[in-house]
């Protein structure tokens, strides 16, 4: 079954006729077709994608089961939506009211004779669960950053900046086989490295632990991974805490399965943290889903209702972060199964001293 007819199989759930997707990772998500301009109505025995003359022969070529329509400034996306609509008698469109801007919503409504229904979990149900396919690609996007992130190690030292060795790894990720970084790394050194999402700067790495969070994108699907190292010899309580953090990841992990919620994974790793002395410098959640976008609807958090379902892929990363010293974030991901999970990521976890 492919996406569309997913999407058609939930309209009746939420109460729709059609769905209207305008976001360009869901259109991505449904047609396997990236642009960033398009329009997706998807009906009950029908679909319909309509895009501007850039990308009409690529459409034409990449999507399947559609019917492919070409958009100009006489037959607009509204005016084509609007006659199909009408043509089909459909009395209610559901709409991405996660991604729509209110006047973006205005305008549809002050064209539509059809009722608009916030239909944005219908998407957020479909792309939590990842096929075997999406995995295969998660994990190759997985590989492509492990090892951009393995070329970069004999670089760091105190004479390369955070900034530089930030543009090294995105090199990397890009001549290993990447489309792009997945989001703008994080590479955060000595104090800064307290900062859980510092940003690169143009000081020189500093001794201490530095942070590395990185990612690559790879036909639209994402990696998630941090790793904290060590330049120079570590003090105890340095130890201590890295040691935490990890004994914290692992004790996450063994608590995800599939039809578990998302605090109550959570919770399982802040408690090590806590009974360690370090519960308020853990002020992020353990995780989130990931996919076609690196942070997506499923969250492990102290206030998450979610309940995990099998086929979701998460990350896993406590950390610990004493301000204005140094901070610690391990971060894997893992694919949830009905026993358990499986840990996608294959770098080593032991504390790396430089």
């Not at 400034?73 to 009408?86: F, G, N, R, S």
């Not at 958090?301 to 998460?314: C, H, K, N, R, Y």
Request: hydrophobic share 40%; aromatic share 6%.
């Amino acid at each position: 079954m492919n996406n569309i007819e997913r999407i058609r199989g939930l309209l009746s759930k939420y109460e729709c006729d059609a769905m209207l997707i305008s976001s360009p990772v869901n259109r991505l998500f449904a047609t396997g077709f990236n642009s960033s301009s398009g329009i997706l109505l998807v009906a009950l025995r029908d679909a319909w994608f309509f895009t501007d003359p850039r990308y009409i022969e690529a459409a034409e070529t990449v999507i399947s089961g559609v019917n492919v329509r070409c958009v100009t400034a006489e037959e607009t996306y509204h005016e084509q939506v609007k006659a199909l609509i009408d043509e089909h008698e459909i009395l209610s469109v559901g709409f991405e009211d996660g991604r729509v801007s209110y006047a973006g919503y205005l305008k549809w409504e002050d064209e539509l004779e059809a009722d608009l229904i916030p239909a944005q979990e219908l998407l957020n149900e479909l792309r939590a669960v990842k096929s075997r396919s999406d995995l295969e690609k998660m994990i190759k996007s997985q590989r492509i950053a492990e090892k951009a992130f393995e070329e970069i190690l004999p670089l760091i030292g105190t004479d390369i900046t955070e900034k530089q060795l930030a543009a090294e790894l995105v090199y990397r990720l890009m001549r290993n086989g990447a489309d792009d970084k997945a989001f703008d790394p994080v590479v955060v050194s000595g104090r800064n490295s307290s900062r859980p999402h510092g940003t690169p700067g143009n000081e020189k790495i500093s001794a201490g632990f530095l942070t590395i969070d990185f990612g690559a994108r790879l036909d639209g699907w994402c990696s998630d991974t941090t790793r904290t190292l060590c330049l120079g010899r570590p003090s105890d309580e340095m130890v201590k805490v890295y040691n935490t953090v990890l004994k914290a990841q692992q004790a996450g992990i063994g608590a995800i399965r599939a039809g578990v919620e998302g605090a109550a994974v959570d919770a399982a790793a802040r408690a090590v943290i806590e009974s360690a002395g370090y519960g308020e410098c853990f002020g992020h959640s353990f995780g989130h889903s990931l996919g076609l976008e690196v942070h997506e609807s499923l969250k492990a958090s102290l206030t998450s209702e979610d309940v995990l379902p099998e086929g979701a892929v998460m990350s896993a990363e406590p950390g610990i972060y004493l301000p204005g010293r140094f901070g610690v974030r391990i971060e894997d991901t893992v694919h949830i199964t009905q026993n358990g999970c499986l840990n996608i990521t294959a770098l080593p976890k032991e504390l790396i001293i430089l």
